[in-house]
Nanobody, 120 residues
Framework: QVQLVESGGGLVQPGGSLRLSCAAS????????MGWYRQAPGKQREVVAD???????NYADSVKGRFTISRDNAKNTVYLQMNSLKPEDTAVYYC??????????????WGKGTLVTVSS
């Protein structure tokens, strides 16, 4: 099992920036996809961005051009640089590690989340 620990959340004004970090530990092996999800009050969880071990990236349309996901495989860490933050970005942000159930090292693990609040 993989343990994921997020950090970097907090309170920021609209237009500000934050960088989230997620450190993975445990039975890591080769994590195929690491991603960031978020859940706002009254909303369902949604994917924000994810990145494969070989660098392929997907972003939600709502964050394209503002957020940047990156991954340091040597450190087993994924980052989310969030710029031009908006109040609607307010949510609990969760780190996710995924390998297919058909892979040699299947996984579907979540961190406990870090709260990002964008407010003036």
């Amino acid at each position: 099992q993989v343990q994921l620990v997020e950090s970097g959340g907090g309170l920021v004004q609209p237009g500000g920036s934050l960088r989230l970090s997620c450190a993975a530990s445990g039975s890591i092996f080769s994590i195929y996809i690491m991603g960031w999800y978020r859940q706002a009050p009254g909303k369902q969880r949604e994917v924000v961005a994810d990145i494969t071990s070989d660098g392929r990236i997907n972003y939600a349309d709502s964050v394209k051009g503002r957020f940047t996901i990156s991954r340091d495989n040597a450190k087993n860490t994924v980052y989310l640089q969030m710029n031009s933050l908006k109040p609607e970005d307010t949510a609990v942000y969760y780190c996710h590690a995924y390998n297919s159930a058909k892979s040699n090292y299947p996984m579907d693990d979540w961190g406990k989340g870090t709260l990002v609040t964008v407010s003036s």
